[in-house]
C-alpha cells in the first residue's frame, strides 16, 4: 500500500498568512494526488485534483502543486473560513489512502 | 440537486453485523463509482472500499477486507456497506462519496467530489 505522510501535524496562523502544507508519497503516485478540507461535524470538501488542479467552486487562493512522491498545497491569505483540518490523498491504485492530516488552527 | 444521504448506522455490540446504505440523488448514480470513507474519534479520515459504477470491481482496505463488503442496486440508487465481525476500532463516522474522473491529456484522474453528512457506527458492549 502506498503510504502518504503530511508535514506539519498542525499549524498556528493568523488571517491573512500564506500558509504550506506538504505530502510526501511513499512511491511515485505522477499527479494522482487530492487536496480535501474538513471541517467537525461536516462531510470532507475536495479541494483540489490531480495535483495543481482546482475543484469548480473552491477560492482560488488555494493551490497545489507536485508530481512524482513531493506535494504541496498552499493558502494565500488566509481566511478565517479556512481554519480546518486538511488531508491529501492518492488515488494511483488501491487502497486509496489519506494523509494523516494537518489541522490548521489560529494564533 | 446533487446529494448522497446515509443512514444505517448505531451502536452494535462486537462480533455483531450492520448494513449501511447511502442512497444518492441529482446524478445518473449508475455512471458513478462509489466509496465509503470513515473518520474514528480523534483521528484522520481512512478510505474503506469502492464499486465501480456496474458493480464489476470492488476494492476494500486491508484493515476491513474480509469483513466489509460493498455492494450496490442501480435500479434504487443506493450504495450499501455490509458489514460483518464489528470491532471496537470499527467505530466511525462513515461517509458515502460519489467517484469522479476527469480527462487530463488522456489520463484519468480520480477524486470523490460528493460526500453525504455519515452516520455514525459505535461498536461497544
Known amino acids: 500500500d502506498i503510504q502518504m505522510t503530511q508535514s506539519p501535524s498542525s499549524l498556528s496562523a493568523s488571517v491573512g498568512d500564506r500558509v504550506t502544507i506538504t505530502c510526501r508519497a511513499s512511491q511515485g503516485i505522477t499527479s494522482h494526488l487530492n487536496w480535501y478540507q474538513h471541517k467537525p461535524g461536516k462531510p470532507p470538501k475536495v479541494l483540489i485534483y490531480?495535483?495543481?488542479n482546482l475543484q469548480s467552486g473552491v477560492p482560488s487562493r488555494f493551490s497545489g502543486s507536485g508530481s512524482g512522491t513531493d506535494f504541496t498545497l498552499t493558502i494565500n491569505s488566509l481566511q478565517p473560513e479556512d481554519f480546518a483540518t486538511y488531508y491529501c490523498q492518492q488515488s494511483y491504485s488501491t487502497p486509496w489512502t489519506f494523509g494523516q492530516g494537518t489541522k490548521v488552527e489560529i494564533k | 440537486q446533487v446529494q448522497l444521504l446515509e443512514s444505517g448506522g448505531g451502536v452494535v455490540q462486537p462480533g455483531r453485523s450492520l448494513r449501511l446504505s447511502c442512497v444518492a440523488s441529482?446524478?445518473?448514480?449508475?455512471?458513478?463509482?462509489m466509496h465509503w470513507v470513515r473518520q474514528a474519534p480523534g483521528k484522520g479520515l481512512e478510505w474503506v472500499a469502492v464499486?465501480?459504477?456496474?458493480?464489476?470491481?470492488?476494492y476494500y482496505a486491508d484493515s476491513v477486507k474480509g469483513r466489509f463488503s460493498i455492494s450496490r442496486d442501480n435500479s434504487k440508487n443506493t450504495v450499501y456497506l455490509q458489514m460483518n465481525s464489528l470491532r471496537v476500532e470499527d467505530t466511525a463516522v462513515y461517509y458515502c462519496a460519489r467517484d469522479r474522473y476527469y480527462d487530463i491529456s488522456g489520463i484519468y484522474f480520480y477524486v470523490t467530489d460528493v460526500w453525504g453528512q455519515g452516520t455514525t457506527v459505535t461498536v461497544s458492549s
Open positions: 490531480a495535483a495543481s
Open positions: 441529482g446524478f445518473t448514480f449508475s455512471d458513478s463509482g
Open positions: 464499486i465501480w459504477p456496474d458493480g464489476s470491481n470492488k
